[in-house]
């Protein structure tokens, strides 16, 4: 008898071998993400405490006494945003400040349960102060975290006695950034993305996005030394900075229409440089909106003014 031929194995489809190859680059890319979180948080331990309000932690640090000032920071940073800057052993001198990490950001939780809008946020950061004993309290909010501070003023304006906003978003505007997160926001496919794609996209995309952060101001030498880069690159705070990114538009349409019903003292600050937001119809609105604010204008400076200009920062937080 004559032995059966031996038929080689069918090459797979062109179609499936690329899906093949890109699941795997998917994976090794998952791997290496959670291996540079897992970095990242060895190398930067949690700086504060924590508090918990209804069940949720928030991460918290608190440096010097005196009268209290809370700082809320920005989109996608952190506590250490405050501190890389210099703004908090500065204003620790004259005040008791709490600087905390917004949920999602930094140590702080964000769970899934909830939409976070500024007003959910305002209601967690409101139950820290009280259990921190915080009774009034001057709020420094920079550029997202200035949403949350309006919205903590209208929240408990019995404890907020002034306050102070940074390079803020406060009038909707066309966003391209809301959209080009829109994904990433999603459950399940936001989760892939911010686990494989994002973290590369976003290294890669680094300078680029200190340029529009700092523009036209050059980056100074101390953030881009001491600020932890790897931080603000992990999948879950990618999916953190996404989601309010598209929350952006539609938090400031339904904050607009309360600003008249602020009576604390409102400092604005804003840089006429600044390339993320407009100062004239961001700033520059709000104190025609709010006749008895006071703007202060930085010639040329761009959105980070806390890094920029941290002296004007200081005075109107002294000031206030």
């Given at each position: ?6 038929t080689s194995a069918r090459p797979l489809p062109p179609a499936v ?134 919205a903590l003023a209208l929240q408990d304006p019995a404890r907020v ?160």
């Amino acid at each position: 008898m004559t032995a059966p031929a031996l038929t080689s194995a069918r090459p797979l489809p062109p179609a499936v071998g690329l899906a093949l190859a890109g699941a795997a680059a998917l994976g090794a890319g998952t791997v290496e993400n959670g291996r540079r979180a897992h970095a990242a948080e060895q190398a930067v331990p949690p700086v504060g405490r924590f508090v918990e309000v209804g069940g949720t932690r928030l991460h918290v640090l608190e440096r010097g006494r005196g009268p209290a000032l809370v700082l809320l920071h920005g989109n996608g940073s952190l506590i250490q945003d405050w501190l890389v800057s210099g703004l908090v052993d500065a204003a620790a001198r004259t005040h008791r400040v709490i600087a905390v990490d917004r949920p999602g950001f930094g140590y702080s939780e964000r769970p899934r349960s909830r939409i976070w809008t500024p007003m959910m946020q305002a209601g967690l950061i409101r139950g820290a102060l009280h259990s921190l004993g915080v009774e009034t309290v001057t709020v420094l909010g920079h550029s997202w975290g200035a949403q949350v501070a309006v919205a903590l003023a209208l929240q408990d304006p019995a404890r907020v006695r002034a306050l102070v906003l940074e390079s803020g978003y406060y009038f909707p505007s066309p966003r391209i950034d809301g959209l080009l997160f829109a994904v990433q926001g999603l459950p399940g496919l936001g989760d892939l993305v911010s686990h494989t794609v994002a973290p590369v996209a976003s290294r890669l995309l680094w300078p680029r996005i200190l340029s529009r952060l700092f523009g036209p101001s050059p980056v100074p030498e101390r953030f881009s030394r001491d600020f932890p880069v790897e931080m603000v690159l992990r999948p879950s705070q990618l999916r953190s900075a996404a989601a309010e990114s598209a929350l952006m538009v539609p938090d400031a349409f339904a904050l607009r229409p309360r600003y008249g019903d602020l009576r604390m003292p409102v400092t604005i600050l804003s840089g006429t440089g600044d390339r993320l937001l407009s100062h004239d119809g961001q700033a520059v609105a709000l104190h025609h909106r709010m006749p008895g604010s006071r703007l202060v204008a930085v010639e040329g400076a761009g959105h980070m003014l806390h890094h920029i200009a941290p002296d004007r920062v200081l005075a109107a937080v002294t000031g206030a």
